[in-house]
């Protein structure tokens, strides 16, 4: 990284506005940097930090709602905010290209894989159709997809995200551009294939001296792919610096709070008694979903096969997987949001995996769950108060005494218990989780399912619920079963874990066994292709 | 492929089944004795003794309607008492003026309306969006025989640009029969015309919210490829499902528009067979009128396959 | 400091749902479509309601003297006890000497009654249908096999073939007409039961031991209520033309009530040298319907946001 060249990026002084009504005038404001050939420069922050705002804008392929009022974006020198839409348009997949968040819907569906690549050479080149063809199928080979004859034809349907992901680069970068802006590119990917798409990136762009732009919200990723680092905070560049001295010696307060909130991926000691009774046991538990059709062999897919777990009070199972692995299914039905096809579910002594609805209302108070996001798992037409209340004045408690229960648990989660007769979305992502904390404690519940409850949470929100969740755990003495993707939280709030995949526990044993010494192969590549395992975040040098 | 059309095939079973049904108790949900009212009111006890025998009326009402559907299948509709003829031969000839009606008036609507729609959503918000927009909901409001009789009353009577009313066979003069045919045509359109163009502009501004439409802009391609080639086609499957659909808007309004031009087409006789309660000939109407319709949305749905690759099961 | 950050982090979010939650009764009826549409159908309603005071005489007198006159001609009427009124035809009279000002006025009660009737006794069909067919699963496939039956039947035809079976009157042309729309309440609510019902409040609902009938009632049934006033409107509008259509073609309203649709089937014979009979319900009628279906497009836009992306 010769510094003695022109930086690729220089972004001056740029503030965008935001249209009148929002909640700030300036979606990014005052915001300086630069990126150099062959240098990824991260930008990190939370949700509404404007990250990819700024991303867009060097595109030019902002909101029309959304207006760049100030400063410039030097590509190469030139001015790309003055430069006209043709110019602009003569620059994309030339000079710079963007990959995106959503590999499933960045692909037009209605044409091959080979055409839309096919379409940049046609727009930007005099390449005779062979050229164009020839000049494809190298880049797909270098992307490293198999059979690029195949995967040319291929329409994006037939092609899995990590596949996707590799076309919307092989596009990106079959005009050598000086510039690639990838955000959020591996968000929507399972961690192993996250590992292989940015080891992909790291790969090219070092070999071409591509400049990359990279936005991320993952510290775990900064680690791994990161030359320099940009922390912003509501729109404003907060501290920027090599990423080694960001991550060990961060000089602001906010990048300080961030960094330490990022869950270490080294299971925390917990003293784990082995003594209290159970709480929940499966045995052989399995759920298959067939969908029929006339004039076709039944799709048979086992979502879940021989689950075994037992939770005994006061302790968290943390179940860990990629999507698809079966470990939502396996909670839906321990909760009995659906059947399960077979095996048996003991709640104490009750067997609840095959009781009918009538008889298991009453079961129903002693298993209660809590889901992944925030803005949908509270009906937005009744106050909080009424939603947390519904469950006891269902099983006969009277209203008032409702009231005080939701009272006493407001507090319990830490929110004002005069609040309760708000509506759900006058609370923020972080505060309406607790609340469907104090719901689900609301009816004294023996078993506590968290279903990737802190997964749409930012990171510094994230650790004060799952700070929440433990409390709550030791307090009540609770067993709690914790489904989640993030193996960082799982290593800091689970005794036990299960990983899953392909709908069978594959390793399951105490925290410390499964992270320290993990047997099974895959979990070895599961933590394998973690990001950022090398670093412990949050233990500044001073 | 040969999968997805079989599956569709069967879909549409169930859906006949219903419809067959129900065209069959029609004759039963009448008060008075189902011969007699098919015989008409000129009937001789001896005619309505022949009818309840080939109808099967003294069966139980289940063998009834599988000799009913019997004869449904093998062409045999039955007689109407009133046009004395079978219904069958009152349909061959009366279809040629609906069939002229209905093709004129899908060309002129979906090659009007497609393009309209596409630059009223490219042009989002412009006065041309407006005034496509402001006609769809006049289209939708005002009744097919209004528009009718206002296009009659300026055009032939007014100007006399064309002639009033009637029909001539397309055999027997064409020029005459194109003549004919375009205030028919012209009326039946503005309905049709006013919800494609609707859904065309809702489609592709839909589709051009798309993360691909994103991706493309990000390609540097032009906006015209980027609307041609990646935004119409994403829309054609609701364009043409809505195409599909309104093709009961064309029958209905075909009822109506015959009537105001004088056409002597299957409209036309469906509301002289409800005036003279001729039974027989309601009840094929209608059944033949819903299984053109059935067949249709079967066609485009199968049509599906050839814009959108992912649509194969 | 943590706090503040997750304040940051979601006012925007807050701030949207907000403004989407609190005000969207209070938009829709700000909406300019809305407050134009409403005007007119206002009016429209007055003129119906107050039609005996607006001038006019009994609808269904013959004065065979007086017939054919054009618009603004002077007619002179003998009344029942012998003597003679002279007044002005404004709109003429039709073939058999009745006032059309007056048919059109005392029409618009029929028009907006079965508007009104259709979209109420359809939505209400509609949603207990719609409801037992998203909740009751084995129903479900019975109840929509039926409804697609009836929607392959397009929807004029099946009312023509109802009144056939039934004979023309206003009640029968108002079921007519509700029928072919009931399939159409029937999906719009089942698909929102479906939707809903896999929505994690639901789901947290189910878990805390909540009976059927009031999840049903207190976290399904709320999501309906707005696309339902949308679609009823726009049912509404729909029943009107068909209303006409019927009436136009002599299947419909019997010509002793007065109705825009069976005006206008009276004018047609003689259209050529008497337009007015056909022109001036024609104008009231499409007025009527032009003002629903704008009311309908502001209710669409404010109500129901998703609905007005598919049509």
Redo the contacts between chains.
């Keep these: 990284m010769s510094d003695t060249k022109r930086p690729v990026l220089e972004v001056r002084n740029l503030s965008v506005t935001l249209p009148a009504g929002?909640?700030r005038v300036h979606a990014v404001e005052k915001v300086s940097f630069t990126v150099n050939p062959g240098e990824i420069v991260c930008l990190v922050g939370?949700?509404?930090s404007g990250k990819s705002v700024i991303a867009f804008t060097v595109?030019g392929?902002l909101a029309k709602a959304l207006k760049p009022t100030s400063g410039e974006i030097l590509l190469e020198g030139e001015n790309i905010l003055t430069v006209g839409e043709t110019r602009?348009?003569?620059?994309?997949?030339?000079r710079m290209?963007?990959i995106?968040q959503?590999p499933m819907?960045?692909?037009?569906?209605?044409?091959t894989c080979g055409q839309q690549i096919d379409?940049?050479l046609e727009?930007?080149t005099q390449l005779d159709q062979a050229a164009r063809k020839a000049k494809i199928i190298a880049i797909l080979d270098r992307v490293k997809l198999p059979e690029p004859e195949r995967i040319y034809a291929s329409?994006p349907?037939q092609l899995s995200g990590g596949q996707r992901q590799r076309i919307?680069i092989a596009?990106a970068l079959v005009l050598d551009p000086v510039l690639l802006i990838a955000d959020e590119p591996t968000t929507a990917l399972d961690v192993t294939t996250q590992a292989e798409i940015l080891k992909l990136i790291a790969e090219l762009q070092t070999l071409e001296g591509t400049g990359v732009l990279f936005i991320t919200h993952d510290f775990g990723v900064v680690a791994e792919i990161a030359h320099r680092v940009a922390v912003l905070?509501?729109g404003e560049l907060v501290e920027m610096g090599p990423t080694e001295k960001i991550l060990s010696r961060p000089e602001h307060?906010?990048t300080k709070?961030l960094i330490s909130?990022v869950p270490s991926i080294h299971p925390a000691h917990r003293g784990v008694r082995k003594d209290g009774p159970t709480v929940l046991r499966t045995e052989k538990l399995g759920k298959t979903y067939s969908g029929n059709?006339?004039?076709?062999k039944a799709r048979v897919v086992k979502a879940a096969v021989d689950v075994n777990l037992d939770i005994r009070r006061g302790e968290t199972l943390g179940i860990v997987g990629e999507s698809g692995s079966g470990k939502s299914t396996v909670a839906r039905c321990i909760?009995?949001?659906i059947d399960p096809s077979e095996g048996k579910i003991f709640l104490g002594d009750t067997e609840i995996a095959t009781m009918k609805a009538g008889k298991l209302?009453?079961h129903?108070?002693r298993?209660?769950?809590v889901?992944?996001?925030p803005?949908?798992?509270?009906?937005?037409?009744?106050t909080v108060g009424d939603?947390i209340i519904?469950?006891p004045m269902?099983?006969g408690l009277k209203r008032e005494e409702a009231l005080a229960r939701a009272r006493g648990l407001m507090e319990t989660v830490r929110l004002d218990p005069n609040s309760l007769d708000r509506?759900p979305?006058?609370?923020?992502?972080?505060?309406r989780q607790r609340i469907?904390i104090a719901?689900a404690l609301?009816?004294e519940p023996e078993l506590l399912i968290a279903d990737e409850a802190v997964s749409a949470l930012?990171v510094?929100?994230q650790?004060?619920v799952l700070e929440l969740l433990d409390e709550i755990r030791v307090r009540l003495n609770l067993a709690v079963l914790f489904i989640t993707h993030d193996l960082r939280v799982a290593a800091q709030i689970c005794d036990y874990v299960a990983v899953m995949s392909k709908g069978r526990v594959v390793e399951y044993g105490s925290a410390e066994q499964v992270f320290g010494a993990p047997k099974d192969d895959y979990t070895k590549a599961l933590f394998a292709a973690a990001p950022g395992r090398h670093w412990e975040f949050g233990k500044f040098a001073a | 492929m040969l999968d997805f059309i079989i599956r569709r095939l069967i879909a549409v079973i169930p859906v006949l089944t219903v419809v067959a049904v129900f065209v069959f108790l029609m004759l039963r949900l009448t008060p008075g004795d189902p011969a007699a009212v098919i015989a008409g009111d000129n009937a001789t006890s001896d005619q309505i003794d022949d009818i309840r025998r080939k109808l099967g009326l003294d069966e139980p009402i289940w063998t009834q309607f599988v000799i009913w559907i019997g004869n449904m299948l093998q062409g045999n509709f039955g007689e109407s008492f009133f046009f004395k003829k079978t219904v069958a031969e009152l349909i061959a000839q009366r279809i040629e003026p609906t069939l002229a009606l209905a093709v004129c008036t899908l060309i002129f609507a979906v090659a009007l309306s497609v393009p309209l729609g596409v630059l009223a959503a490219y042009r989002q918000g412009s006065v041309l969006d407006r005034v496509v927009m402001g006609f769809s909901v006049l289209g939708f409001s005002v009744p097919g025989f209004v528009i009718g009789y206002c296009l009659i009353y300026i055009f032939a009577i007014e100007l006399g640009w064309l002639p009033v009313q009637g029909y001539v066979r397309i055999g027997v003069n064409f020029w005459g029969f194109l003549e004919r045919m375009v205030l028919p045509s012209l009326t039946l359109s503005v309905g049709f015309i006013a919800l494609i163009s609707r859904i065309t502009r809702a489609s592709v501004l839909e589709v051009l919210n798309e993360d691909y439409i994103r991706t493309a802009r990000a390609k540097g391609l032009s906006n015209r490829v980027v609307l041609m080639r990646h935004a119409l086609r994403n829309a054609a499957v609701p364009i043409l499902t809505v195409i599909g659909l309104g093709i009961a808007i064309l029958i209905g309004g075909a009822v109506v528009t015959e009537s105001v031009f004088g056409l002597p087409g299957l409209g036309r006789l469906t509301v002289e067979a409800v005036l003279s309660r001729d039974f027989p000939t309601i009840q094929t109407v209608i059944l033949m009128f819903s299984v053109v319709y059935v067949v249709i949305n079967l066609l485009i749905d199968i049509s599906y396959t050839l814009f959108d690759p992912r649509i194969r099961y | 400091m943590s706090t503040i950050t997750e304040e940051v982090v979601d006012s925007a979010s807050i701030a949207a749902a907000s403004t989407k939650r609190k005000s969207l009764w209070l938009t829709a009826i700000k909406n300019p479509n809305v407050i134009i549409g409403g005007t007119i159908l206002l009016v429209m309603l007055m003129v119906a309601i107050l039609a005996p005071f607006l001038g006019t005489v009994d609808p269904t007198r013959i004065d065979p003297a007086g017939r054919n006159k054009k618009p603004g001609a002077e007619i002179t009427m003998r009344l029942d006890d012998g003597t003679t009124v002279k007044r002005v035809a404004l709109m003429g009279t039709d073939s058999l000497g009745r006032d059309v000002y007056s048919r059109v006025l005392y029409g618009a009660r029929v028009s907006l009654a079965v508007g009104v009737a259709v979209a109420i006794i359809a939505v209400a069909i509609g949603v207990v249908i719609g409801l037992i067919s998203g909740y009751i699963r084995w129903l479900d496939g019975i109840i929509m096999r039926i409804m697609d039956g009836l929607m392959a039947i397009p929807g004029i035809l099946l009312a023509i073939a109802l009144v056939s079976i039934w004979r023309a009157g206003l009640i029968t042309v108002i079921f007519a007409i509700v029928v072919p729309d009931v399939p159409r309440v029937v999906r719009l609510v089942r698909s929102i039961v479906l939707t809903v019902r896999e929505e994690p409040y639901v789901e947290g609902a189910i878990s805390v031991g909540t009976p059927s009938w009031v999840l049903m009632f207190r976290h399904i049934l709320p999501n309906c209520v707005a696309p339902l006033i949308v679609q009823g409107t726009f049912l509404a509008a729909a029943a009107i033309l068909v209303e006409a259509a019927l009436s136009f073609l002599g299947i419909g309203i019997p010509p002793e009530i007065p109705s825009w649709g069976n005006i206008m089937a009276e004018g047609r014979t003689l259209f050529r040298v008497f337009p007015h009979n056909i022109l001036y319900p024609g104008i009231f009628l499409a007025f009527t319907v032009l003002a629903i279906n704008i009311m309908g497009d502001g209710l669409r836009d404010t109500l129901d946001p998703k609905m007005s992306k598919k049509v």
């Design positions: 929002a909640d939370e949700s509404g595109m392929l602009l348009r003569e620059l994309r997949c030339t290209s963007m995106f959503e819907t960045a692909l037009n569906p209605v044409m379409e940049v727009t930007h329409y349907h919307m596009m905070r509501w307060g906010y709070m909130s059709a006339f004039f076709q909760a009995r949001l209302r009453p129903r108070r298993v209660q769950i889901f992944q996001d803005y949908r798992s509270m009906n937005p037409r009744i939603s519904e469950g269902n099983f509506f979305h006058q609370f923020s992502g972080g505060q469907c719901r609301a009816m930012d510094s929100v650790k004060q």
